[in-house]
Structure formats: C-alpha cells, structure tokens
C-alpha cells in the first residue's frame, strides 16, 4: 500500500519538475511514472512473496 502513496508522491515532484525547468517534458514525466509504477509494482510482488516463503518454511 506504501509504493502507490511513494508513486504519487515521485509522480508529483516530477510534475513540478517538468513545470520549472521542462515546459515541454509531459511525456518524459509519464514514460518515468510509468517505470517508478511498475519498478515499485514488482519489488512490492517480491518481498511479499518471499515473506510468505519464510513463513512457509518456518
């Protein structure tokens, strides 16, 4: 649940990013958004998954 609140806030900062120094870079914004989603996605998917492995095996 944390990774949606850490996107959004990395999506944000991005944002006003592209707003001061990149008038232009709203594409860019997104392409990174989407790679922030899904990087955070998938380490999320992991470390659950290898919490259920250790309590599997204890």
């Keep these: ?3 949606i609140f850490t996107v959004l806030f ?3 900062g991005l ?5 001061l120094f990149i ?4 594409g860019m914004t997104v392409a990174t958004t ?3 989603a899904s990087s955070a ?3 999320w998917q ?3 998954h290898w919490w259920q ?3 599997f095996k204890s």
């Design 10 to 12: 990395i999506e944000i």
């Design 46 to 48: 992991l470390a659950s």
């Design 15 to 19: 944002l006003e990013f592209d707003r």
């Design 23 to 26: 008038p232009s870079g709203y």
């Design 34 to 36: 989407i790679f922030f």
């Design 53 to 55: 492995i250790l309590i």
């Design 1 to 3: 649940m944390y990774y």
């Design 41 to 43: 996605g998938t380490i």
